[in-house]
């Protein structure tokens, strides 16, 4: 037994050499590039760089063959003749277009086939003519790009110059002239309603004094959230009834929107009345025993028939349940004998002070 060990072992051995040939072999004629091939003629018109005998040719990026002859042509020797050997499979048409493509960082150059729709008779041998300028490389593309524009500067060398010699004159006159041209322009922006934008002016509504004294305070927490009111009334701006712009207030603005405007007058006044109980914004403590919800419906400057300013706020006392308590109408208006920013600001504070004083007495009055 252990004399007949390596012959058997042995036997194995070769045994699988020889299938592993076999299969090596089938796989080369199948896969591996020696099956059934054809041969095309190609001709370059033009050098072909670093192409060599057994350079590969692609069709649409895919390996088929290779280079299998190269010559230069016998009737002009600017053309180079190759012969490529593809794989019988590889659709090859008479009109299918070939080129010289350089792959890697080294630049190896294949030989590319692409597409092709005319079939060519059977039996006729097949010429593929390359694209002009099939075998020019980047490297020789940017060289004759180069070549050109140094062709097209010498030829207009100068014209040029005198171009140049203009601009420097051009640029010279904007320099002396800098004064007036600085004037020309702030003149367009005048004319044209451009430049600086006008400074707004803000205006304050002021909170009434005298409000007479404390006689009765409130006798439970209040607090009064940011006014209701339309989308007309959220604004800076001064709002005239019927609506328009009227001159002398393009840059007129309120201190804050007129809802929150009113709401810290308001607070304010109630301070004015009685400090240590007056009211505060709903933000500033948790659940208070009552709040005192303002719905602005007016506070526009009126200007048909007598010039007047209006205002007229609708109020309700609610409870924490929001029953509510107790509701009113509070307007009022002041004349107005001249319709312009600091004369409608006054106006305003005679008839704000009015309709606080009445809140206030109202409001101490419900709680």
């Known amino acids: 037994m252990e004399t007949r060990a390596p012959y058997v072992l042995i036997g194995s051995f070769v045994l699988a050499a020889i299938l592993a040939v076999f299969g090596f072999v089938y796989w080369l004629n199948n896969t591996g590039g020696i099956g059934p091939r054809t041969n095309y003629h190609v001709q370059f018109q033009g050098p072909v760089p670093g192409l060599l005998v057994g350079a590969g040719v692609l069709f649409n990026g895919i390996r088929v063959g290779e280079v299998t002859q190269l010559a230069l042509a016998p009737d002009n020797p600017r053309f180079v003749n190759a012969t490529i050997s593809v794989a019988t499979a590889t659709p090859v048409r008479s009109d299918t277009r070939v080129g010289l493509e350089f792959q890697g960082l080294t630049g ?33 593309a940017a060289r004759d790009a180069l070549r050109r524009v140094d062709t097209v500067l010498q030829d207009n060398s100068g014209p040029l110059k005198d171009t140049i010699a203009n601009f420097r004159t051009f640029s010279d006159g904007l320099a002396r002239n800098t004064g007036k041209l600085d004037g020309i322009i702030a003149g367009l922006e005048k004319m044209t309603g451009g430049g600086t934008p006008a400074q707004k002016i803000t205006y304050d509504l002021r909170t009434p004094k005298n409000l007479g004294p404390a006689g009765k305070t409130l006798s439970a927490s209040l607090a009064i959230p940011e006014p209701t009111a339309v989308a007309m ?7 005239f009834a019927p609506v328009g712009d009227r001159p002398g207030f393009a840059d007129f603005l309120w201190a804050d929107s007129i809802p929150k405007l009113v709401q810290a007058r308001l607070i304010d006044s109630f ?34 028939g007598e010039t007047r300013v209006e205002i007229e706020l609708s109020a309700r006392i609610v409870d924490k349940n929001g029953k509510v308590v107790a509701s009113r109408l509070v307007e009022t208006s002041e004349k107005l004998d001249k319709v312009e920013p600091a004369a409608a600001v006054a106006a305003f504070d005679a008839a704000f002070a009015r309709i606080a004083k009445e809140l206030i007495g109202w409001s101490v009055q419900a709680v």
């Open 271 to 304: 301070e004015n009345y009685d400090i240590a109980h007056a009211p505060l914004r709903t933000t500033d403590l948790g659940q208070a025993d009552y709040q005192l919800l303002i719905d602005i419906r007016r506070f526009r400057i009126a200007t048909e």
């Open 233 to 239: 009334l959220q604004t800076q701006r001064m709002l």
């Open 108 to 140: 190896v150059p294949v030989v590319t086939l692409e597409g092709g729709v005319i079939v060519a008779k059977s039996g006729e041998p097949v010429t593929l003519i390359a694209e002009a300028g099939a075998g020019q490389s980047m490297t020789q």
